[in-house]
């Protein structure tokens, strides 16, 4: 049941994307400006890698993030949007697993929440 819940509140928090969440531990949700760290996986995009860590981040993972957009957005509005549902996850971390679109852009993204 709180599964559900979690994906109503995510999608009418993310616009144009629809946000499916995955919780395997529940946590408090963290501050609107609480920092997440952004950590690649080595095969991920490199149109991502200029703005996040290789490597996965410390802590152990709590839940998953997987978003589609109809049309491509940018990285830095994806990168948004998972940083929002990071933190209602209570994530201080995400580790992008894989993401598609054409160059620059994303239309389906998919990462793993971490938390210290």
């Not at 290789?54 to 940083?83: C, F, H, N, Q, Y």
Request: charged share 25%.
């Amino acid at each position: 049941m709180k599964l559900w819940r979690v994906a109503i509140l995510a999608l009418l928090v993310v616009g144009c994307s629809s946000v499916d969440k995955t919780v395997f531990e529940t946590f408090p949700p963290r501050a609107d400006d609480a920092s997440v760290g952004i950590h690649v996986s080595p095969d991920t995009s490199p149109d991502v890698l200029r703005s996040a860590v290789r490597g996965t981040p410390p802590g152990r993972p709590i839940g998953t993030i997987v978003m589609k957009s109809r049309t491509a957005v940018t990285w830095k509005e994806v990168l948004t949007d998972a940083k929002v549902a990071a933190r209602e996850m209570g994530g201080d971390a995400i580790l992008i697993e894989d993401g598609e679109g054409p160059e620059g852009k994303a239309t389906t993204f998919t990462a793993t929440v971490y938390r210290r």
